[in-house]
């Protein structure tokens, strides 16, 4: 079979490639499309790669990082959206893919339909439960506000607790709309419950969540999950102020109190420092008023009481009466039992003889005179024995002493501390030493030729004994002892 020659041009599959690019780019090059999510990665770069699709077919969608970071709400599977930009071709995988320049939910209804669903499901948590709602503080010491420091929300809230009760106020920056301030609120709730326990920072006794108004697209950061459940895990009472009293977010129903605006969460927050104070006077008098009605009347009581009770000059007469007659009895009781104890001394003093009296007192001195002289010589002759056994007893004792072998001739040496030198191998030339006669001490200081003198009274290394344990004397048994060399 003859091969015959083509004159179409040939491509390379990159060529081919680009080209495809070109013309879809050149044909779609601005395309407006409508269709529900289907499968949405946000990528570390911050690149978000979606798809949209239809009942019947699906298109891969790309967002680049910047303009997703200007979306007023977070894609989700399922929302309907209306996504504009241009169709391209990724050549490394020969597909066609939506680059997308601008995104929307495609009207209210859809995101509606999202905040529906997430709320059921939120609240099947108990998330929303009322007895996870805590009650506001009467008069807090300090507010944390969570919002924009730029923005007109936190210089009403300021002005309108100035007005009813000051307050010290901390504020946590955040970005209230737009990509990624979902996790800042989040934030700045959970860092507010952080302070708790620091010393340098007040712990608030109570927060404010605040945003102004807006459309619900704008207002969608405060239906973000991380934010409901931030608010609804704070362990400090927390307001929710978002937009006006008509537009309603899932931290309304997270919070512990829902604020129809941000002045009205001031509001809230404080009570009214003049109608305190007013209203501190009016309880004032009317207890004072109350106190002193009730003094009057237990006065009037305590008058009409006193008029039952009698005179008191005609109540003490009759005791007083008693008292004189037991005066008078206890007189004459006294004066009677006097003259008998009188009557009595007299009759024994009348009995007694003084001769009598006399010689009995000379017997007993007597006896007591034979006694003492009986004790004095018991106690001399006692005295005297125990004198000669003394005497005896010192007599052993000088005999045992070293003073009778100092007499003799002979020396006590010791070290200058007092201890007793036993051998002249203990001393070493140049040691001081104490000497110790009959009649007094003396000082010597040790020579070298003691020494060698010493050493030469030792036994021969031939013939001296091995060194033995001093704490073990009796286990030496082996063969004689060897003899032992004369000291002189």
């Known amino acids: 079979m ?35 999510l289907g499968r949405v990665t946000v990528a570390k770069s911050g690149h978000v790669y979606l798809d949209m699709k239809d009942d019947r077919a699906v298109i891969d969608a790309v967002m680049w990082k910047g303009v997703a970071a200007h979306l007023n709400f977070r894609p ?57 709602k805590q009650a506001i503080p ?57 302070l708790a326990g620091q010393d340098d920072v007040p712990t608030p006794d109570l927060i404010i969540v605040a945003r ?28 929710s102020a978002v937009g006006h009293e008509t537009d309603t977010t899932l931290i309304d129903f997270a919070s512990d109190r829902r604020a129809p605006t941000p002045t009205g969460a001031a509001e ?77 001394l007299m009759q024994a003093s009348a009995g007694l003889r003084p001769q009598a009296f006399k010689r009995d007192l000379a017997d007993k001195t007597r006896r007591f005179e034979q006694a003492r002289s009986r004790l004095a010589a018991i106690a001399s002759r006692d005295i005297r024995q125990r004198q000669q056994s003394l005497t005896g007893l010192g007599a052993r004792l000088e005999s045992l002493s070293h003073k009778s072998v100092l007499a003799r001739g002979f020396a006590l040496v010791t070290t200058p501390e007092g201890a007793l030198v036993r051998s002249a191998a203990a001393l070493s030339e140049g040691d001081s030493v104490s000497l110790l006669f009959a009649d007094g001490n003396a000082a010597a200081r040790i020579g070298q030729a003691a020494v060698q003198t010493a050493k030469a009274a030792e036994v021969p290394a031939a013939t001296k004994p091995a060194p033995r344990k001093l704490s073990k004397p009796a286990t030496r048994k082996k063969g004689p002892p060897p003899e032992q060399g004369s000291l002189f």
């Open 2 to 36: 003859t091969e015959t020659a083509s004159n179409a041009h040939e491509y390379t599959v990159s060529e081919l490639s680009g080209a495809l690019k070109r013309t879809v780019e050149e044909t779609y090059g601005h395309v407006r499309v409508r269709g529900e």
């Open 76 to 132: 989700e599977e399922g929302l309907e959206v209306i996504a504009e930009g241009k169709l391209s071709t990724f050549p490394g995988r020969s597909k066609y893919q939506l680059i997308i320049d601008r995104m929307e939910p495609a009207g209210e209804g859809a995101l509606m339909a999202l905040l529906e669903a997430r709320k059921k499901a939120l609240a099947a948590e108990g998330l929303f439960a009322p007895d996870r």
């Open 138 to 194: 009467f008069l807090p010491r300090t507010i944390g506000v969570v919002t924009s420091p730029t923005g007109a929300v936190i210089r009403d809230i300021l002005h309108r607790l100035e007005d009813r009760f000051p307050v010290h106020v901390l504020l946590w920056p955040v970005r209230v709309q737009g990509e990624g301030s979902d996790r800042e609120i989040a934030a700045g709730i959970e860092g507010l419950n952080a």
């Open 212 to 239: 102004g108004g807006g459309s619900i697209e704008d207002l969608w950061s405060f239906n973000e999950e991380i934010v409901v459940r931030a608010a609804a895990n704070s362990a400090i009472p927390l307001i």
């Open 268 to 344: 809230m927050a404080v009570p009214v420092r003049r109608e305190l104070a007013e209203r501190l006077s009016q309880d004032g008098l009317r207890l004072s008023s109350a106190l002193q009605r009730g003094i009057d009347r237990k006065a009037s009581e305590l008058r009409s009481a006193g008029r039952a009770l009698g005179r008191p000059d005609t109540l003490l007469q009759g005791a007083s009466q008693r008292l004189d007659y037991s005066a008078g009895r206890l007189e004459a009781a006294g004066r009677g039992q006097l003259d008998r104890a009188s009557n009595r």
